[in-house]
């Protein structure tokens, strides 16, 4: 599956913004899928996950309360909606995907990702 997030900008603190990221060749489905960002000088962290067996939702402690993750089935899409945002909420955010449901907080079991997309937020 080929994925393509879109949707990030440069927001003021406590605005929102919406990231989406598509899927082609594959049908989303099929994958559970996640949301990670890395912020300069940091590692790359965990922020979302939706899982494909039965549509559990999985959320950082920092976004908790602030961020959603679904899925449109019909678009073959995810989203992450971010409300309430933070300067500390910037980073390029990646989508990933995995054909599995479990371990959705660690990166390195995803086997597809999106090229990224960048969020500002401004003090």
């Known amino acids: 599956v080929q994925l393509q997030a879109s949707g990030g900008g440069l927001v003021q603190a406590g605005g929102f913004l919406r990231l989406s990221c598509a899927a082609s060749?594959?049908?989303?489905?099929?994958?559970?899928g996640g949301w990670f960002r890395r912020a300069p000088g940091k590692e790359r962290e965990f922020v979302a996950a939706i899982s494909r067996r039965d549509g559990s939702t999985y959320y950082a402690d920092t976004v908790k309360g602030r961020f959603t993750i679904s899925r449109d089935y019909a678009k073959n899409t995810m989203h992450l909606q971010m409300n309430s945002l933070k300067p500390e909420d910037t980073a390029v955010y990646y989508c990933?995907?995995?054909?599995?449901?479990?371990?959705?907080?660690?990166?390195?079991?995803?086997?597809?990702w999106g090229q990224g997309t960048q969020v500002t937020v401004s003090s």
């Open positions: 060749g594959r049908t989303f489905s099929n994958y559970s």
């Open positions: 990933g995907a995995r054909s599995s449901g479990s371990n959705l907080q660690f990166s390195r079991y995803y086997n597809h």
